[in-house]
DNA sequence: ATCCCGAGGG
DNA sequence: CCCTCTGGAT
């Protein structure tokens, strides 16, 4: 297991690395980050890029979203993938937030997670992106690089999410999952991890690694 | 050809 | 717990 030395280190060289990932979501507004951290599931960056401008051209708030046509939505979205299911449950998460809340996203983790589509990563994403609350977001990129890394030793998501908040600092809790994400896309890959070019090498417990 | 890996449903 | 939904990456 790591020290609190160690996890300040690693936090600080994540941070080194990846500087600004929130800055990137915060312009949006909670309703957009919602809707895109949705379609986001199972795909790249790039894919969900892609659609998101029309996407928001064309059905703008929570309000057109919930009446647009079904087949309109898939056609908007199709390249992101789970089309038919991204679609449905984007469409009845905008009716959600109409009916139950005016169409203002919610702030809390219980009412985000009862919206269609959204889970407890996609709520955290929002909580700490779009609300700046002080939330641990949980993918399997997080759970694997936190189990490689030696800072876990859960595999349920949930008691991982509660395990990282018992040991690293509050501060960094809002920033730490947007950040393991990426480093999770671009270094700590789940195939081929770039360990030679790792910069948390040295505080690494992945027996598996490779110089 | 197989893996990726979020959410919902059985 | 298990499976399914899709496009993209490898």
Redesign the pocket.
Known sequence: MKSKNEIQQICDILRKAYPDVKTQLLHRNPFELLIST?LS????D??VNGVTPALFRVYPTPDALARAPIKKIEALI????????KAR?IRACAAALVDRYGGVVPHGIEELVAL????????NVVRSAAFGQAAVVV???VK?ISRRLGLTRHEDPVKIEFDLMAKVPEAEWNDLGLRMIYF?RETCR???PDCPNCPLFDLCDYPEKTA
């Not at 599931?41 to 790249?44: F, P």
């Open positions: 949705i599931a199972q795909c790249t790039r894919q199709r390249p992101t993938g789970f089309f038919h299911n449950n269609p589509g959204v889970g407890r990563k996609t709520a993918d399997t990129h694997r999770g789940a195939r081929k």
